[in-house]
Nanobody, 114 residues
Framework: QVQLVESGGGLVQPGGSLRLSCAAS????????MGWYRQAPGKQRELVAS???????QYAESVKGRFTIFRDDGKNSVYLQMNSLKPEDTAVYYC????????WGQGTQVTVSS
């Protein structure tokens, strides 16, 4: 079984920054896809960014130039650096790992408000 634990969410003012972290544990292959999704109240869950072990990062149009995803496979972790945050970035952010099936973390709340 695979477990994903997110951290780093919180309240930040517009224009601020946050870094989300996701630590993976359990049995899974070293070649996989890890990513971040988010779900705002009343909206569907949407992809924010993803990165395959050997691939280039992919981003939603709404976060390009502001968010950066990066992996540290030695620490079984994936991170999301979020800069220039906007109120519309407010959501619960979920980490996921795809290796055969998709595994999800429990989510971490990000609130952007003045």
């Amino acid at each position: 079984q695979v477990q994903l634990v997110e951290s780093g969410g919180g309240l930040v003012q517009p224009g601020g920054s946050l870094r989300l972290s996701c630590a993976a544990s359990g049995n899974y292959g070293s070649i996989n896809l890890m990513g971040w999704y988010r779900q705002a109240p009343g909206k569907q869950r949407e992809l924010v960014a993803s990165m395959h072990t050997f691939g280039s990062p992919q981003y939603a149009e709404s976060v390009k130039g502001r968010f950066t995803i990066f992996r540290d496979d030695g620490k079984n972790s994936v991170y999301l650096q979020m800069n220039s945050l906007k109120p519309e970035d407010t959501a619960v952010y979920y980490c996921n790992l795809v290796w055969g099936i998709t595994y999800w973390g429990q989510g971490t709340q990000v609130t952007v408000s003045s």
